[in-house]
């Protein structure tokens, strides 16, 4: 059904993920019918200029960035709702005006009061926001009317900080108006976990230390830092990736099974499952971990610069483009069961998949082979690209001897499914309007990621460039990596 009625006010109305995300996520929605006839677009922005003029620009990013065919109809619908105001995010006569703004449209009724803040800003603006739409009154929900706030990605740039951008939120909003965006959340087969689960009866029994042997989870990019130097050069791999998007993954793949299917349940046991990770000495830190920086290279025929050599790094830039952890989760599910989690960009692959290794038969009483020779027993969850799942296990060789080669048994999306082309944030856009958050990160969630990586985030802050690898642009990563499982006589899978 059409999400309720509401104005969605968008902060940073000119920037690129408006352009790029927002605007063909909401022409995607309108499109099948999810949003209400009642709805309405504010775009705020610094940028002095008429409504028309803004409108003009929203159809041309949706020219441009639409990811199906674009019904003019629809378009014309879309663009119909837009209205702009300018003005700095920090300044109290902005909300002013975006008060006057809201009354008008809110005057006959039809979008029933409902206000969805979407921040697509810089983070240091988040807090200011919601502090000033607080102060305007804006976020007071009355007569039965909502309001709530999306906060993009980064949130924090460690525990210290992302604490205080709760506090700061908490202090104006209620948790429930707060809507914690992590993009990977988004994605069809993140989701699918869940189901993968806690629909079937088959996985749960054997989802545990006592069946599976570790859980490796790699999130790799052949992007490299590209324009975004400014902001990477001050991030990192570990900061840019791990406590949101992979611990998504682990979260949701360590749980234990919510008491129901609803935000507050699903929440609680995802942020449990993360304050399980233990929490390492610096020197541990050092001993469990791996950064890399990418030297110039090639991926596929792209020529790429070596990362210190890029737009916007310093010369002498110790940030990580690739980092590996291996996180042990203190539990009675997974005690001993390592979880190796590894991101990195200007690889030779984009693949963002789990392998839940499990453990091999006890013996191999096939006395011609020894236990190396027998394949692995593990399920492979690809995210992205080619979204599917294959179970890996040993199958017999046809013929008199006794030989087995490891064989998979396969399902893939695009054989069930015909998904149309989305941007990935349809389904979290439209969540929000529905209220539900199940998609979203809680306070205690997102701090509960931080907490578990400050350890490596100070253990490398100190170590400086003392430890630094580095890999050619387009491998699978730096040497290094391999030995962090080595060490424990395991591999990675391969990303070739
Ligand atoms: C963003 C990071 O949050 O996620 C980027 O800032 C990264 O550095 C991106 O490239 C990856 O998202 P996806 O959906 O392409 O896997």
């Given at each position: 059904?059409?999400?309720?009625?509401?104005?969605?006010?968008?902060?940073?109305?000119?920037?690129?993920?408006?352009?790029?995300?927002?605007?063909?996520?909401?022409?995607?929605?309108?499109?099948?019918?999810?949003?209400?006839?009642?709805?309405?677009?504010?775009?705020?922005?610094?940028?002095?200029?008429?409504?028309?003029?803004?409108?003009?620009?929203?159809?041309?990013?949706?020219?441009?960035?639409?990811?199906?065919?674009?019904?003019?109809?629809?378009?014309?619908?879309?663009?119909?709702?837009?209205?702009?105001?300018?003005?700095?995010?920090?300044?109290?006569?902005?909300?002013?005006?975006?008060?006057?703004?809201?009354?008008?449209?809110?005057?006959?009724?039809?979008?029933?009061?409902?206000?969805?803040?979407?921040?697509?800003?810089?983070?240091?603006?988040?807090?200011?926001?919601?502090?000033?739409?607080?102060?305007?009154?804006?976020?007071?929900?009355?007569?039965?009317?909502?309001?709530?706030?999306?906060?993009?990605?980064?949130?924090?740039?460690?525990?210290?900080?992302?604490?205080?951008?709760?506090?700061?939120?908490?202090?104006?909003?209620?948790?429930?108006?707060?809507?914690?965006?992590?993009?990977?959340?988004?994605?069809?087969?993140?989701?699918?976990?869940?189901?993968?689960?806690?629909?079937?009866?088959?996985?749960?029994?054997?989802?545990?230390?006592?069946?599976?042997?570790?859980?490796?989870?790699?999130?790799?990019?052949?992007?490299?830092?590209?324009?975004?130097?400014?902001?990477?050069?001050?991030?990192?791999?570990?900061?840019?990736?791990?406590?949101?998007?992979?611990?998504?993954?682990?979260?949701?793949?360590?749980?234990?099974?919510?008491?129901?299917?609803?935000?507050?349940?699903?929440?609680?046991?995802?942020?449990?499952?993360?304050?399980?990770?233990?929490?390492?000495?610096?020197?541990?830190?050092?001993?469990?971990?791996?950064?890399?920086?990418?030297?110039?290279?090639?991926?596929?025929?792209?020529?790429?610069?070596?990362?210190?050599?890029?737009?916007?790094?310093?010369?002498?830039?110790?940030?990580?483009?690739?980092?590996?952890?291996?996180?042990?989760?203190?539990?009675?599910?997974?005690?001993?069961?390592?979880?190796?989690?590894?991101?990195?960009?200007?690889?030779?692959?984009?693949?963002?998949?789990?392998?839940?290794?499990?453990?091999?038969?006890?013996?191999?009483?096939?006395?011609n082979?020894?236990?190396?020779?027998?394949?692995?027993?593990?399920?492979?969850?690809?995210?992205?690209?080619?979204?599917?799942?294959?179970?890996?296990?040993?199958a017999k060789v046809p013929g008199p001897e006794i030989q087995t080669v490891?064989?998979?048994?396969?399902?893939?999306?695009?054989?069930?499914?015909?998904?149309?082309?989305?941007?990935?944030?349809?389904?979290?856009?439209?969540?929000?309007?529905?209220?539900?958050?199940?998609?979203?990160?809680?306070?205690?969630?997102?701090?509960?990621?931080?907490?578990?990586?400050?350890?490596?985030?100070?253990?490398?802050?100190?170590?400086?460039?003392?430890?630094?690898?580095?890999?050619?642009?387009?491998?699978?990563?730096?040497?290094?990596?391999?030995?962090?499982?080595?060490?424990?006589?395991?591999?990675?899978?391969?990303?070739?």
């Amino acid at each position: 059904p059409a999400a309720p009625p509401c104005s969605f006010v968008i902060f940073g109305a000119s920037g690129d993920l408006t352009r790029r995300l927002l605007l063909p996520a909401l022409y995607n929605l309108a499109a099948t019918g999810l949003l209400s006839e009642g709805f309405s677009i504010v775009g705020v922005a610094r940028h002095d200029q008429p409504p028309e003029e803004f409108r003009l620009q929203l159809q041309d990013s949706l020219k441009e960035f639409a990811t199906q065919a674009v019904d003019p109809e629809t378009a014309q619908w879309l663009l119909s709702c837009v209205t702009y105001v300018s003005g700095d995010f920090d300044n109290d006569e902005t909300y002013a005006k975006l008060g006057r703004e809201l009354d008008r449209i809110e005057q006959n009724g039809r979008t029933k009061g409902n206000r969805l803040f979407y921040c697509a800003t810089p983070p240091a603006a988040f807090a200011p926001i919601a502090q000033h739409l607080a102060k305007a009154g804006l976020t007071r929900e009355e007569n039965g009317a909502w309001r709530r706030v999306i906060i993009e990605k980064p949130f924090g740039t460690d525990l210290e900080s992302a604490r205080e951008l709760n506090r700061k939120l908490l202090a104006v909003l209620k948790e429930d108006q707060i809507f914690r965006m992590d993009h990977y959340l988004g994605k069809e087969t993140v989701q699918n976990i869940l189901i993968l689960r806690f629909a079937n009866g088959l996985f749960e029994p054997v989802w545990n230390r006592n069946h599976i042997d570790h859980v490796q989870i790699t999130v790799a990019e052949t992007v490299d830092v590209g324009t975004r130097g400014k902001f990477y050069d001050v991030t990192g791999a570990l900061r840019d990736m791990v406590p949101n998007h992979l611990f998504q993954l682990l979260s949701l793949v360590a749980m234990e099974p919510p008491s129901r299917f609803d935000a507050n349940a699903v929440r609680s046991e995802k942020a449990e499952a993360l304050d399980s990770i233990r929490q390492v000495t610096e020197k541990e830190a050092i001993a469990m971990s791996v950064r890399a920086q990418y030297r110039g290279g090639y991926v596929g025929d792209r020529e790429i610069t070596s990362y210190r050599k890029s737009p916007d790094v310093m010369p002498g830039s110790t940030t990580e483009t690739f980092a590996a952890l291996k996180l042990e989760v203190d539990n009675w599910r997974w005690a001993g069961v390592p979880f190796y989690l590894r991101t990195g960009k200007a690889l030779n692959k984009r693949r963002s998949e789990i392998v839940i290794k499990f453990k091999n038969a006890p013996v191999s009483m096939f006395r011609n082979l020894s236990m190396d020779e027998l394949g692995d027993n593990d399920l492979v969850i690809r995210i992205q690209p080619d979204e599917g799942m294959v179970l890996h296990f040993n199958a017999k060789v046809p013929g008199p001897e006794i030989q087995t080669v490891p064989v998979g048994m396969t399902f893939q999306y695009k054989d069930y499914f015909e998904a149309a082309p989305a941007t990935g944030y349809e389904t979290l856009i439209y969540d929000c309007m529905v209220g539900d958050a199940i998609l979203y990160q809680r306070a205690d969630g997102v701090e509960a990621g931080w907490r578990a990586v400050q350890p490596f985030l100070d253990a490398w802050e100190k170590a400086g460039p003392m430890g630094m690898h580095t890999y050619e642009a387009g491998s699978d990563g730096p040497e290094a990596s391999e030995h962090l499982l080595e060490k424990d006589g395991r591999t990675w899978r391969s990303l070739y």
